[in-house]
């Protein structure tokens, strides 16, 4: 069984830009979630989609940031424009049940310079 | 505000000595308590977990972690280190809608 894949699994893109992370879940996990790991910090969450709908958005940091999954399969993470404080590692999971372990991507690092 | 702690940035043990990674957290009701691991390059990996029942959870590689709810720890552990033990540790803990709130990240190195 193929895990949480996640592309790319590094971006370095210039300010002012814009970046699209990708996710791939586990087949047939309605739960998809992302995570970000700016250096030095905590993960934190992002946003929680359970099929196609967004559950909680409420870490998104900004109007920067949108994320999709369209027919509540694989997911995508839109950043633009960027800025330097965006620069960390974005993970992705996903689990069937809500209060289960959540099985991770490897994630994506991006680099705004 | 609900958090879960890691106080240690970094642990150094010995190899085949045993090894503790300390996590302390301040959650409401029932904690669900949850320990991953990143080796270098790798994603997150899930290594146990407590949902209820037994205060000593078992978990993949030989670790196992210890739930004490009057401390409110969940500290884990592993008898005898290996050197690819070395790895960055994760204690979380699941809170409202289901979102995990995170350590700090405990970085272990296992010292030949």
């Known amino acids: 069984e193929a895990g949480v894949t996640q592309f790319p699994s590094h971006s370095v893109i210039e300010k002012g830009q814009t970046v699209t992370l990708r996710c791939d879940p586990i087949s047939g996990h309605d739960n998809l979630y992302w995570y970000r790991r700016v250096m030095g910090k905590e993960i934190k969450f992002l946003l929680h989609?359970?099929?196609?709908?967004?559950?909680?958005e409420s870490g998104m940091p900004n109007n920067r940031f949108l994320a999709e999954r369209t027919g509540g399969t694989y997911s995508t993470l839109k950043v633009q424009p960027a800025e330097l404080e965006d620069s960390g590692v974005y993970f992705c999971?996903?689990?069937?049940?809500?209060?289960?372990?959540?099985?991770f991507g490897q994630g994506t690092r991006l680099t705004v310079v | 505000a609900q958090s879960v702690a890691q106080p240690e940035d970094q642990v150094n043990v010995a190899e085949g000595n045993p090894l503790t990674v300390k996590c302390t957290y301040s959650v409401s009701g029932n904690p669900y308590l949850f320990w991953y691991v990143q080796y270098p390059n790798r994603g997150l990996q899930f290594l146990l977990k407590y949902i209820t029942g037994d205060n000593l959870v078992k978990g993949s590689y030989g670790f196992e972690a210890e739930f004490n709810k009057s401390q409110t720890s969940f500290h884990l552990k592993k008898p005898s280190a290996l050197v690819s033990d070395s790895a960055l540790y994760f204690c979380?803990?699941?809170?409202?809608?289901?979102?995990?709130?995170w350590g700090l990240g405990t970085s272990l190195a296992v010292n030949p």
């Open positions: 999971a996903s689990n069937q049940q809500e209060n289960t372990e959540a099985f």
């Open positions: 989609f359970v099929k196609e709908s967004k559950q909680d």
């Open positions: 979380a803990a699941p809170v409202s809608n289901r979102k995990l709130i």
